[in-house]
């Protein structure tokens, strides 16, 4: 559980414009979760990393890089507000800090409707 962790804050803390205070860990479902302002909006675990945000942007994210839909188990249902990030995706700095923006203002707005920043 402490390398999901970890991998979360290493993520997070990569990004400038996350405010630290904001941010807390929980354990869920044999994975990590952070969250900003007691909302979730990130998961680690041996899925890999999955992040919450609107429909326009998880589709973006599948259609144009390769993310996948995502499930805590294999057998659950798909999570319809969640991408699960690939290597690739992870490892693109720039493309990280809009995904990581896009899914913050997303659940502090609490809107669906709020446009894509990808």
């Known amino acids: ?3 999901y962790k970890t991998a979360l804050k290493t993520l997070l803390n990569s990004n400038n414009n996350i405010n630290p205070e904001e941010l807390s860990y929980k354990s869920v479902f044999g994975a990590i979760a952070g969250y900003v302002q007691n909302k979730i909006f990130i998961s680690s675990g041996k899925f890999g990393i999955a ?3 609107t429909p326009e ?3 973006n994210l ?3 890089y390769g993310a996948k839909p995502f499930k805590y188990f294999p057998k659950g249902h798909i999570k319809q507000d969640y991408a699960l990030l690939t290597n690739d995706i992870l490892s693109n700095n720039k493309l990280m800090k809009k995904i990581i923006e896009d899914s913050i203002l997303f659940v502090k707005e609490n809107s669906k409707e709020r446009p894509s920043l990808l």
Request: aromatic letters at 0%; zero cysteines.
């Open 1 to 3: 559980m402490e390398t």
């Open 51 to 53: 992040i919450k945000v």
């Open 57 to 59: 942007t998880r589709n």
């Open 62 to 64: 599948i259609e144009k």
